[in-house]
């Protein structure tokens, strides 16, 4: 299942199982193609070709040279499917890949056949980043004094970066931070406006990290888009209910246009 490819001067590992009609995933921030096995495996039982690639900077791939922003993303994303031919497919995004999926959507949509958002993160709210990243400079202070102590280290850093919103952020490198920075710095609802396939907006509803109300929000911009929530579930319904969220995307994928 796993391969390997060269994009861009960029070692680039992902995973290409199955056969049928063609679905990519795009993993989230801090994922790889490994969070998504269980959902490749089920797909792929079901006259499914799954492709999943490590994103750049994730995963067994290697990181930008430089900090990326969504466009160079998106970039790498359409050559590394050009390498592969793959000219039409359906397209699902998780998270940060749902950010992706969407503009790729919007300013791509010959190639697109449906279109999947995962616990999207297309709302990039100012207030809700802002209040991260002060979280995240308290946090740092209160650790500071105990810099030489690793037990206290080790219990007040889950607390910090989950009030912060991202442990990914703090345990990235230089490069990735800044592509962090620029990522989550572009607001992509007005791309959803512009989506004119069919959509499948699936949620857990327990997210904390891209709170329920920003799938309502998805739904209405994109015209026909449905809603699915899944049920005591947070931010990843591919880790924690993998079986159920694999049956959506069959069920949406298979009706009839």
Known sequence: M??????????????????GETIVI???WGGSSKSWEQV??????????VICPDLPGFGESDDPKQAWNINK?????????????????????????????????AKNPRI?????????????????????????????KIMKPF?????????????????????????????????????FAEDLRAFATYIKKPTLVVWGDKD????????????DMIDGAELSIIKDVGHSPHLKKPKELSKLIIEFTKKEV
Do not use: W
């Open 2 to 19: 796993n391969k390997e490819i060269n994009i861009q001067g960029l070692k680039i590992n992902y995973k290409q199982k199955g056969k």
């Open 26 to 28: 795009l993993h989230g």
């Open 40 to 49: 490749i495996e089920f797909l792929s039982n079901n006259n499914y070709m």
């Open 73 to 105: 993303y998106i970039c790498f994303i359409l050559d590394f499917l050009n390498a592969l031919k793959i000219d039409e497919f359906i397209l699902l995004g998780h998270s940060f890949g749902g950010g992706l999926s969407t503009k790729i959507t």
């Open 112 to 140: 697109i056949q449906k279109l999947i958002l995962c616990d999207a993160a297309v709302v990039r709210a100012k207030e809700r980043l802002g209040t991260r990243q002060i979280i995240a400079k308290m946090g740092a």
């Open 147 to 183: 810099k030489n102590n690793e037990l206290i280290k080790s219990k007040l850093r889950p607390l910090v970066y989950k009030l912060a919103g991202t442990h990914d952020y703090f345990s990235a490198n230089d490069i990735m931070k800044e592509t962090f920075k620029k990522v």
């Open 208 to 219: 904390e990290i891209t709170p329920l109300e920003d799938a309502y929000t998805i739904k």
